[in-house]
């Protein structure tokens, strides 16, 4: 690892990195609060030997003990937070013979949730990197095995001829065609508007074969793929089918339409399935893609995106290679994570998809460390670190799937193309170490946090890497119901991690330290959160109703230590976000989901996960849609309305809580007015859910659209509501 300090800047270096000023104000914090969480559990074992109630007593100690671990983790994280900066200009200048090859995996799954289009328009834009082409070659994964897509990628591999020459050439930043010519700055010289007309031809061709759900065979216009067509078979399903792997365009051969560029290579690939096999998801989909391509290819350095993570800067692949070229680190370099970044994210983020918390500024603490984790999608890899530790190359079953394999034939010959096949056949990792030891790790619904996880634990490191100018550009679920649900996969997958035998607690501690991996740990007890907010959304509010006191008395000290975690932590919170770019109001709607969150995604996930551990439910990886093409819900996020329609069941906890909270309030000022014994921190807690509630309330009453609170859940929240505080009677008398 390198040493903490600053590096100069100048001659050759290709990076520089620098620890963050807060690092040190930060670190004294930690000691004072760490001393109040100490005071606190004093006072919890203090209350609970002499307490008359010992049961709420318990759930309030077991509440602050979660609280108290969940802050140790992110104190962990903020421990030594580094920023990066690289000069890819200098990179340039290298010798064309020095630059690396790539291969690059984009995944799919299904045609109507993610549009052909899209994934087109991913593959157009990392083709276009500013590096030599015939370096590049392109592999998408189809786990929805479908033509359509495989129709729209040939028309792109058309396209491609006639937009990289453009792009190259005008130097364009914007090389997702999308976004380019959707842009009010695009070009309008007639060789733009050309290349517009075409790419609105293509995307006519394809949304219409995508409508139609058949590629007929007038659409095709390349006699060469003609035949593919023939394997989609009236028996062809997308849970049974033969592998099918086509090279689309070849780098030994084609030429860009002015005849200057040569191009990148395009390969469809849709491994075999079968309904008897397990295909392990993601995870499946890209340990096929590292076979099929290191018997193609074989590049050192591979690029994982998600189809939707369009290629937001020409340089990107050079940034990386700033880190995955230096000798000095190289041999011990896992990969480079670029952060998530979306588009079309409402002003403030009201559903807080950006997840800034995770995606930036743990990362920025996790590069003082050990190095990021891996996020499933813009990350470069060392190919290298998919098969073992840095020291110690595990064997695989043939030389050719080797990462120093070097190919020598040609992508279109016989001999390749069939061992392409055979690797990418669903029982060829039957008694392998795919998935255990090798390649993207098997067992988790998040295979991008168990894979970075083991990477680490194996002594890889790995660099953040995140420039002024996005590097990609992703979809963000844009209903509350979408963002909840996937919000609960991740759960699911983060217990089962909490749970395996490569729990960041026990294997983490062990292999990365407790630093690593008390970091880790933050995402892992990602669902655990809902124990301490349901505790604090629920009880005291029940209490308060009965006039009963779980918090100290304002006359008490130990009340002032209440107020004091509190603020200490949201404040905290609060500097985060802002110190690394943020708006006080993003933060605000950040935490407001973090509440939300509490009372659905989290605590579903724990239902579902408990539900899975007692085998009574099974996994399954709900893809999240990318296609918006409800125009009402549209224009209710961007004006920043919560859309809580259709009826779900999720929201019923969370409508409860809030209706609880509005009622404690109510009591609550009722009883200062009448001088009653007033309940000081109850009822504090109580505002501040209702404040954090309100569009909830409006959701309720005030509302007549479609993304209105569907009321059966208004109404059996009611009732719900009536129950708690009936039952608190019985439990607070
Ligand atoms: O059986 C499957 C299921 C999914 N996918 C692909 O996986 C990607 C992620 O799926 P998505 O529905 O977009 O899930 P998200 O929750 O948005 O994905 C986040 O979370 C995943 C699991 O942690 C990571 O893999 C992703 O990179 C990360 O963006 C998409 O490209 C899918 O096509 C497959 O290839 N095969
Ligand atoms: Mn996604």
């Known amino acids: 690892m390198e040493s903490h300090i600053k590096h100069s800047v100048g001659g050759s270096t290709l990076h520089t990195y620098h620890p963050c000023r807060r690092t040190v104000p930060y670190r004294i914090y930690a000691v004072i609060h760490i001393c109040g969480i100490v005071a606190l559990m004093y006072h919890h074992v203090h209350s609970l030997i002499k307490s008359d109630k010992p049961l709420i007593t318990s759930l309030l100690f077991i509440a602050d003990l979660v609280l108290a671990f969940m802050w140790a983790t992110s104190a962990a994280v903020r421990f030594n937070p580094v920023h990066r900066s690289e000069y890819p200009e200098r990179y340039v200048a ?61 028309e792109a591999a ?113 491994r075999e399935k079968s309904k008897v096999s397990t295909h392990h998801f993601k995870a499946g989909a890209l340990n096929t893609l590292l076979r099929v391509s290191a018997v193609l290819t074989n590049s050192p350095v591979i690029l994982v995106l998600d189809c939707d993570m369009y290629s937001n800067d020409p ?9 995955l070229t230096d000798p000095k680190i190289k041999s011990g370099l896992g990969f480079v994570q670029f952060p998530q970044k979306f588009q079309g994210i409402s002003k403030n983020d009201i559903y807080a998809c950006e997840y800034k918390r995770i995606f930036e500024i743990n990362m920025v603490g996790f590069d003082g460390l050990m190095g990021p984790n891996f996020f499933g999608t813009g990350c470069f890899f060392n190919r290298r670190v998919f098969y073992g530790p840095p020291s110690n190359l595990i064997l695989h079953e043939i030389d050719e799937l080797g990462p120093n394999h070097i190919v020598d034939k040609p992508i279109k010959s016989k001999d390749v193309l069939a061992l392409a096949h055979k690797v990418a056949g669903c029982i060829y990792e039957h008694n392998t170490n795919w998935g255990s030891k090798i390649g993207f790790r098997y067992g988790s619904l998040v295979e991008d946090y168990y894979t970075g996880l083991m990477i680490h634990g194996l002594g890889w490191r790995t660099v953040f890497c995140c420039p002024k100018r996005a590097a990609f550009y992703g979809d963000a679920p844009k209903t509350l119901f979408d963002v909840v649900n996937q919000q609960k996969r991740w759960c699911i997958g983060l217990l089962e991690m909490v749970f395996s035998k490569h729990s960041p607690v026990t294997y983490g501690i062990k ?7 008390l970091a880790y ?40 230590l209440h107020i004091f975690l509190f603020l200490g932590a949201y404040v905290q919170d609060l500097l985060d976000f802002v110190l690394e770019g943020s708006s006080c109001r993003k933060w605000w709607n950040d935490q407001r989901m973090w509440l939300i969150r509490g009372f659905t995604s989290f605590f579903f996930g724990y239902i579902e996960f408990i539900l899975k551990t007692l085998d009574l439910s099974t996994n399954r990886f709900n893809i999240t849609s990318k296609a918006n093409d409800d125009e009402e819900q549209s224009k209710r996020y961007e004006q920043e ?29 009722y009883c200062l007015f009448t001088s009653r014994e007033v309940l000081v921190l109850e009822l504090m807690l109580a505002s501040f859910a209702v404040v954090n509630c309100l569009p909830i309330y409006e959701a309720m009453i005030l509302r007549k659209d479609d993304g209105k609170l569907p009321k059966t859940v208004c109404f059996s929240a009611g009732i719900l509501t009536f129950a708690f505080i009936v039952s608190g009677y019985f439990f607070f008398k």
């Open 641 to 669: 309305i919560f859309n809580f329609g259709p009826y779900s069941s999720m929201f019923l906890l969370m409508t409860t809580a809030a209706i609880l909270n509005l009622v404690t309030l109510v009591w609550g000022i």
């Open 511 to 517: 292999t990365v330290g407790l630093l690593v991996g």
């Open 315 to 323: 340089v990107t692949l050079v940034r990386a290679l700033c880190y």
């Open 521 to 560: 740990c933050q995402s892992a007890f990602w669902a655990f959160w809902t124990i301490p907010l349901i505790v604090y959304g629920l009880l005291p509010q029940l209490a308060l109703l009965h006039g009963v006191s779980v918090f100290p008395k304002t006359s008490d000290p130990w009340f002032w």
């Open 158 to 270: 058309k396209f491609s001829k006639h937009w990289l020459p453009f792009c190259k050439k005008n130097n364009i930043q914007d090389r997702s065609p999308e976004v380019y010519f959707s842009s009010k700055s695009h070009s309008s010289c007639d060789e733009a508007q050309n290349l517009k007309i075409m790419y609105k031809d293509m995307k006519n061709r394809v949304e219409h074969v995508a409508e139609s759900g058949k590629v007929e065979a007038e659409f095709i216009t390349c006699d060469e793929f003609r035949g593919v067509f023939d394997l989609w078979t009236d028996k062809f399903t997308r849970h049974d089918h033969p592998s099918i792997i086509q090279v689309l365009q070849n780098n030994e051969t084609e030429m860009d339409e002015t005849n200057t560029f040569k191009m990148p290579n395009l390969i469809y690939v849709s």
């Open 94 to 154: 290298k010798p064309e013979e020095d630059c690396p090859k790539l291969d690059v995996f984009i995944c799919t799954a299904d045609p109507y949730k993610e549009p052909p289009m899209i994934v087109v328009n991913t593959a157009l834009s990392v083709m276009a990197y500013d590096y030599p082409s015939d370096k590049i070659s392109v592999y998408i994964s189809d786990d929805g095995g479908s033509s359509l897509t495989l129709f729209a990628l040939m």
